[in-house]
T-cell receptor
Framework: GQNIDQPTEMTATEGAIVQINCTYQ??????LFWYQQHAGEAPTFLSY??LDGLEEKGRFSSFLSRSKGYSYLLLKELQMKDSASYLC??????????WGAGTKLIIKP | ETGVTQTPRHLVMGMTNKKSLKCEQH?????MYWYKQSAKKPLELMFV???????ENNSVPSRFSPECPNSSHLFLHLHTLQPEDSALYLC?????????????FGEGSRLTVL
């Protein structure tokens, strides 16, 4: 079956760096997405990786290794507003999105 | 206007009620989706409409009935629901089908079935 694994919850300190991992086993691969979802709000797109390597976008970076079925989202200079759930999703061979259950990130002062 | 708007934001209904969720997108997209989001579970795709045609129905019980009158509007009609149907129902849109990737979500309708 198809599966996406990510930690349920993580805690980090304001100003620090945190890495949220995502591992996947899917039938084919057409890209990996990260979404951010604040409590009570809509998920919003953060990043898309289809080739191996690191994509940087301001304080957020996303890394992909297709051979390892692995990605991470790196958040730098953490701010309180980064407290949210982070959803990993993989597009499989049929372009169906397979979702992880999300990682709830708690930022402490 | 926000990109994807869902109403109502909150809904409480009994198991014998009939209600509808509404979604409207102002992005000019051609594909629209209904997802179910339960606590600590992955998003579950329910229905997909591409150019107003239903292209996906993920074995959803018939007590959920979608309707897509045009590419900007999507409804989810609810009847004789069960308590386990209580969840956040998210609508999303994309330029075309899932091949183009990024989804734009509404804020969801929080449904409680008593």
């Amino acid at each position: 079956g198809q599966n996406i694994d990510q930690p349920t919850e993580m805690t980090a300190t304001e100003g620090a760096i945190v890495q949220i991992n995502c591992t996947y086993q899917t039938s084919g691969f057409n890209g990996l997405f990260w979404y951010q979802q604040h409590a009570g709000e809509a998920p919003t797109f953060l990043s898309y990786n289809v080739l191996d390597g690191l994509e940087e976008k301001g304080r957020f970076s996303s890394f992909l290794s297709r051979s390892k079925g692995y990605s991470y989202l790196l958040l730098k200079e953490l701010q309180m507003k980064d407290s949210a759930s982070y959803l990993c999703a993989v597009s499989d061979s049929n372009y169906q999105l397979i979702w992880g259950a999300g990682t709830k990130l708690i930022i402490k002062p | 206007e926000t990109g994807v708007t869902q109403t109502p934001r909150h809904l409480v209904m009994g198991m014998t009620n009939k209600k509808s969720l509404k979604c409207e997108q102002h992005l000019g997209h051609n594909a629209m989706y209904w997802y179910k989001q339960s606590a600590k579970k992955p998003l579950e795709l329910m229905f997909v409409y591409n150019f107003k045609e239903q292209t996906e129905n993920n074995s959803v019980p018939s007590r959920f009935s979608p309707e897509c009158p045009n590419s900007s509007h999507l409804f989810l009609h609810l009847h004789t629901l069960q308590p386990e149907d209580s969840a956040l129902y998210l609508c999303a849109s994309s330029q075309e089908g899932l091949t183009t990737g990024e989804l734009f979500f509404g804020e969801g309708s929080r449904l409680t079935v008593l």
